[in-house]
Antibody
């Protein structure tokens, strides 16, 4: 069964870089027709799209986060990664990894998410 | 980059129908048939319930239906059940090749 699992530190200090990894199991990250990406949800708030990447390396970023975000893919490990620089308390959120369908822009597979708190 | 506009909350009694609206612009909802809807229970991951405005994934109840008119998309839940009580989010492709979500709607089954 295809699954995604997020991992990374639960606590990051202000001004530092938040780094997360998403591991795909039960299938290949290199499957055609799919992008893999990140969506976050601050506690008690709504969803925010961050970025997506395809196995080829093609990327799309949220315009509001683009200056601080980098997404990458490692097909040998079946993983994608997220780096978010210069974090503040506003970046505190549950970060979900998800699969986005190419050309249709919806997410059909979600991870449970990992809570990242930005605090000194 | 404003979020799509959804009512903060809606409510209905078991057996009734409710509709949740999702209003955007010609750069997102009005410009593409790429509106999707997600159901989220507290502490859980969102679940896709509608994609491409009107389509239901396999396994999703036919009590859920989607539509769109102009810049506003809608999710209708018919025959409301207690298990439908959750948060609902719409999303759409944007003209800048990004995705925008709605602010979310909390559905209460009375």
């Amino acid at each position: 069964q295809l699954q995604v699992q997020e991992s990374g530190p639960g606590l990051v200090k202000p001004s530092e870089t938040l780094s997360l990894t998403c591991t795909v199991s039960g299938g290949s990250i290199s499957s055609s027709g799919h992008y893999w990406g990140w969506i976050r949800q601050p506690p008690g708030k709504g969803l925010e799209w961050i970025a997506i990447i395809q196995y080829s390396g093609q990327t799309y970023y949220s315009p509001s986060l683009k200056s601080r975000v980098a997404i990458s893919v490692d097909t040998s490990k079946n993983q994608i990664s997220l780096n978010l620089r210069s974090v503040t308390a506003a970046d505190t959120a549950v970060y979900h990894c998800a699969r986005q369908i190419e050309y249709h822009w919806y997410f059909d597979l979600w991870g449970r998410g990992t809570l990242v708190t930005v605090s000194s | 980059q404003s979020a799509l506009t959804q009512p903060a909350s809606v409510s209905g009694s078991p057996g009734q129908s409710i509709t949740i609206s999702c209003t955007g612009t010609t750069s997102d909802v009005g410009g593409y048939n790429y509106v999707s809807w997600y159901q989220q229970y507290p502490g859980k991951a969102p679940k896709l319930i509608i994609y491409d405005v009107t389509n239901r994934p396999s396994g999703v109840s036919d009590r859920f239906s989607g539509s769109k008119s102009g810049n506003t998309a809608s999710l209708t839940i018919s025959g409301l059940q207690a298990e439908d009580e959750a948060d609902y989010y719409c999303s759409s492709k944007r003209s800048d090749s990004s995705v925008v979500f709605g602010g979310g709607t909390k559905l209460t089954v009375l």
